[in-house]
């Protein structure tokens, strides 16, 4: 996914490509034909009101625009002068409509120094110790600069004393700059430093996205061709998982430009959009120095030369990263706000058809609530309210725009969690007989059956095709023999969904069916494994000849892998949902209160809790992203791998963070034990990233 989800916004990006495509045909600074066609298309004024020659979208179609550009590498001096018309046009001094005009059409170009991104070093001379170092040229017609008494001033050229100075980033100019007249008409009430800084990590952290995405392209793309000890090198392990860890880098960061991007449109409570805004600071410009460092670690000895591009975008990079800011004190602005209690809700934006058929769900809600729980409970399950996107009469044949609004109002009333049913149950739904859902799943619903999970065994877990466990014919049905590990709840399970090998000649992924057990049957042996941090979830499974009825049998026999493939995709989805790290954000920021507040941590820690809640905040837009895009009609793809390994990382991350704060809590000793699990369960990170890689980038399967 790019930055845009709607249509509209993926037909703005794949015209911005091939606009790009056409016009960028040379990577020096002054490319004046490319800034009139940018001018021509509209381009430059896509944030900006029609009145003032724009086009009439907000800064999420400039940040669109901004990362297609990125990714081509775009140069001369287009971003600061949409940065700088966007600062105008918050301040609308009396001046604006000509300025923005200007800056819209293309006949004057800006340049915008930026509060705390630059730093010295980056340039090679500034001419005096007054000096601002801005973004944009010398011959700029505009200069955003601050004042030393803490007010913005748009200046003309004249106004100022300017020279170019060189920075790491070859397409793109720096300038030293003095002003030298401020006239009070030029002046910009209401811009602030933090005003500046926030629309600049937007707008240069959605060039950064672009930056990224070649990165991930370029480097996919040579793995696939490149070849050595006889077999490309994007089937060797290492690679693979570079590649598919920098794809998952840059989808944190566009959710978190988006996100960012959306609060400053919809004109949010400032400390809501500054959170936003800090996440944004915090990861898009790092994404793009991490991607475009691997891409070259990917390219090998090509990429550390002049004769590959990977240089420049590598150069770009490191010139957003210094001028967006330390990612350190956005991290620290963060931390800050949400030790206030400042949080970003993440709801979808839904269309004008979600208001009837709220009414509707809002008033069936009511009707739940006023019931008795028993009652309350078997409506959920009669009613298909429990997994309402089943079709009926198991679910509701629930749209995702009904799902969603269901989310919504029932949050209140606690529908039952089915745990492993609720990757067996879709299962049985699709491929089960009418006989099995009739007698399985009403009281599934009702939790009167409790389901275990008999599929991986001490050779097969990642590689679940290898499994041994037989399935031999006897009159009537099967008789299964085998052992399965790290089953949880099968010490109270009152049924099991479970694989064995019917035909041992077939090929690997054939030969396999996919059988219900009851865990109360003769030859079924459960032994429960205690695991570090002192539970007894796990178990291990011991089948010695337990009979199977041929009615116990789901889809074909020896057809079984096609139903597992199912239920493992509601496995993934499913912990991917609930192993999010929302609670133990909370828990994190209580803590830290506990501890006196953010006032009493060390800087490194304060930052580091900044990192995190940006990375948790993220990921919450992340889940927001891909449910808006089953609302447009897409499938998540491999968005829900990408969820569930940020998820499980970042569950990992805050508990290790929150121990090494309070180490004698018991609390804490116990969840940075339990989280080792979440990288292993339902699919492991490398499992996850084979998958990110493979699907999503395209690169070769190991032989």
Same mark, same amino acid.
């Given at each position: ?46 944030? @900006? ?138 002046? @910009? ?299 949880? @709840? ?214």
């Amino acid at each position: 996914m790019g930055i845009g989800l709607t249509e509209e916004h993926r037909a703005l990006a794949a015209s911005v490509h091939g606009f790009a495509e056409r016009n960028i045909t040379a990577r020096n600074m002054d490319h004046e034909p490319f800034r009139a066609a940018l001018a021509a298309q509209g381009l430059l004024g896509l944030h @900006l009101p029609e009145e003032h020659g724009g086009q009439g979208g907000g800064l999420l179609e400039l940040a669109v625009a901004l990362e297609a550009l990125g990714e081509h590498l775009a140069p001369g001096s287009h971003l600061p002068t949409v940065l700088a018309s966007a600062i105008i046009a918050r301040a609308r001094p009396a001046s604006a409509p000509g300025l923005l005009r200007s800056l819209a059409d293309g006949t004057m170009t800006a340049a915008v120094a930026l509060p705390g991104g630059v730093r010295a070093a980056l340039a090679e001379r500034i001419t005096t110790d007054r000096a601002l170092i801005a973004l944009g040229s010398s011959d700029a017609g505009l200069f955003v600069l601050p004042l030393p008494d803490g007010r913005w001033a748009a200046l003309d050229r004249s106004g100022c004393q300017a020279e170019d100075a060189s920075g790491v980033d070859l397409s793109r100019r720096l300038v030293a700059v003095t002003a030298r007249a401020v006239p009070e008409e030029r002046v @910009l009430a209401g811009v602030t430093s933090d005003l500046v800084a926030d629309l600049a990590a937007v707008l240069l952290g959605a060039e950064a996205c672009g930056v990224a995405a070649w990165a991930v392209a370029t480097a996919a793309a040579h793995a696939k061709v490149r070849e050595q000890f006889g077999r490309p090198i994007g089937q060797f392990q290492g690679v693979k998982h570079r590649c598919a860890t920098m794809l998952v880098t840059l989808e944190q960061a566009r959710a978190a430009v988006w996100d960012a991007a959306r609060a400053l449109d919809a004109g949010r409570p400032g400390d809501e959009a500054a959170l936003a805004v800090g996440t944004a600071g915090v990861l898009a410009a790092d994404a793009a120095v991490r991607c475009t460092a691997d891409a070259i670690q990917v390219l090998g000895g090509i990429g550390y030369t002049f004769e590959h591009d990977a240089h420049l975008y590598y150069r770009r990079a490191l010139s957003l990263r210094a001028l967006s800011g330390d990612p350190g004190e956005w991290a620290e602005r963060v931390a800050r706000l949400a030790a206030r209690g400042v949080r970003r809700p993440m709801e979808p934006d839904l269309p004008e058809e979600a208001a009837a058929l709220r009414e509707e769900i809002r008033a069936e809600a009511a009707s739940l609530a006023a019931e008795e729980p028993l009652t309350r409970l078997a409506r959920f399950a009669s009613e298909g309210w429990i997994m309402p996107h089943l079709p009926r009469p198991w679910g509701r044949g629930a749209s995702p725009l009904e799902q969603v609004v269901i989310h919504q109002e029932f949050g209140e009333l606690q529908r039952p969690n089915l745990g492993i049913a609720a990757w067996a149950v879709p299962s049985i739904v699709r491929y089960g007989t009418q006989e099995q859902r009739e007698r399985f799943l009403p009281r599934t619903f009702t939790g009167e059956i409790v389901w275990c999970q008999l599929f991986s065994e001490p050779g097969a877990g990642s590689d679940l095709a290898s499994l041994s466990t037989k399935a031999v014919r006897v009159e009537g049905g099967w008789s299964l023999s085998g052992q399965k590990i790290w089953t949880s @709840l099968a010490q109270w399970a009152h049924w099991a969904i479970c694989l064995a090998r019917t035909d041992p000649d077939a090929p690997k992924h054939e030969g396999i069916t996919y059988f219900l057990i009851d865990m109360s049957s003769p030859g079924v042996t459960v032994r429960p494994l205690k695991e570090i941090n002192g539970d007894e979830i796990f178990n291990e499974v011991f089948l010695d000849d337990v009979f199977v009825p041929d009615e116990m049998v789901v889809g074909q026999v020896d057809q079984g892998w096609r139903v597992a493939r199912d239920t493992l995709s509601h496995e993934r989805v499913a912990l991917g949902d609930t192993w999010g790290p929302g609670s133990q954000h909370t828990d994190m920021v209580r803590l830290i209160d506990d501890l006196g507040g953010p006032g009493t941590l060390r800087p490194a820690a304060l930052e580091e809790s900044g990192r995190l809640w940006a990375r948790g905040q993220a990921l919450s837009a992340l889940g927001l992203r891909i449910t808006l895009s089953q609302l447009s009609g897409a499938g998540p793809g491999t968005a829900s791998s990408v969820r569930k390994l940020l998820g499980m990382r970042h569950s990992q991350a805050v508990s290790e963070f929150c121990w090494s704060l309070a180490p004698a809590s018991p609390y804490w000793n116990r969840m940075i034990l339990t989280t080792r699990a979440f990288t292993i369960g339902g699919g492991t990170t490398e499992v996850q990233l084979n998958i990110i890689a493979e699907r999503a980038l395209g690169l070769p399967r190991d032989p």
